[in-house]
């Protein structure tokens, strides 16, 4: 494959990306964000219990 062929590819899998805008319906951000804060939060609060002696 050349370099020019393998660019000519690459721009029509990107224009025909465009139609189904990445996102899925059932993902919420707000849901994501929320959990990742309190995953967070939780692993911190790990690392101070073993950290006691500082």
Sequence with gaps: MSLPSTA???????AEGGEH???H???SPLV???AAFI???LLLWI???FN???
């Design 39 to 41: 995953i967070l939060i």
């Design 8 to 14: 000519a590819q690459l721009a029509t899998l990107a």
């Design 21 to 23: 805008g990445g996102n």
């Design 47 to 49: 690392t101070t219990r």
């Design 32 to 34: 994501t964000g929320g």
């Design 52 to 54: 006691r002696d500082r």
């Design 25 to 27: 319906e059932s993902i």
